[in-house]
């Protein structure tokens, strides 16, 4: 009885998760944008931060038109070492703001982490004595630890990318604009074609992300009923090492 259940797929949990299926909606933006409120002093230094960065990268490009029209076209050795001399200075300072930012990113993915753990265990107390019965353990536990941990990988490098994407694709068009307006245009009509890339491998890494963690929490389930000192004597008591091996 006891290895029928622990050779019995996905629970009722995660089925019932798999058929609900739901995408990301308002609804949930708002939760997400709610968790985050408490830290809006910190995600506007990393805006900031952003900003920062995305404009410094676009500078070294007008230095090297200046360098070689007005330094060196006209053979003035001041501003060559000026121009020089910031292009020097450029690196170092995008650097500092570069670690600046992945420091507040790691502080905001924690905390926030936190807050969810907190949440969600406050939540599980509340839980019938039902749920708990149909609901493997290590199941709970896996939301506990890799579902929340997910959190900290889309806090400190998907959201700060899509931002630091979004602000780059901005600047950096208003700079070809301002270079030439007709190839900007031309350059921006293959721009729909790479949205709709990016929208297919955004739905296939959704899918496989959440298959993905469907995995990790069968996985966290299964050690939890094997390894456990009941586990392991029914494991050893039947001689069925070989078939959780296999298993695992």
Not at 125 to 154: K, Y
Not at 155 to 170: G, M, R
């Amino acid at each position: 009885m006891a290895f029928h259940y622990m050779s019995g797929g996905t629970s009722g949990y995660l089925e019932e998760q798999k058929k609900r299926g739901r995408k990301t909606d308002a609804r949930t933006v708002r939760r997400v944008a709610q968790a985050f409120s408490p830290y809006k002093f910190q995600i506007v230094l990393v805006l900031i931060a952003i900003i920062l960065t995305t404009v410094l990268g676009l500078v070294n490009p007008f230095l090297i038109q200046f360098i070689f029209d007005d330094a060196i076209g006209k053979r003035n050795i001041t501003l060559l070492i000026i121009f020089v001399s910031i292009m020097f200075i450029m690196p170092i300072v995008t650097g500092i703001i570069g670690v600046g930012q992945t420091y507040l990113n790691n502080i905001i993915g924690q905390r926030v982490m936190r807050d969810f753990r907190n949440r969600l265990y406050d939540h599980l107390q509340s839980m019938s004595l039902r749920f708990f019965t149909s609901t493997r353990t290590g199941e709970i536990q896996s939301r506990l630890s890799n579902d929340v941990g997910g959190v900290q990988g889309v806090v400190t490098n998907t959201a700060t990318s899509v931002v630091s994407n979004i602000s780059t694709a901005l600047s950096t068009i208003i700079a070809m604009i301002f270079i030439s307006p007709i190839l900007t245009l031309i350059s921006l009509g293959l721009l729909p074609l790479f949205l709709w890339i990016t929208y297919k491998v955004g739905n296939v890494r959704r899918s496989t992300s959440k298959e993905t963690q469907q995995s990790m929490a069968a996985l966290t389930a299964m050690m939890q009923e094997t390894l456990s000192v009941s586990g392991i004597l029914l494991t050893k008591t039947f001689g069925r090492q070989k078939y959780a091996q296999d298993r695992f």
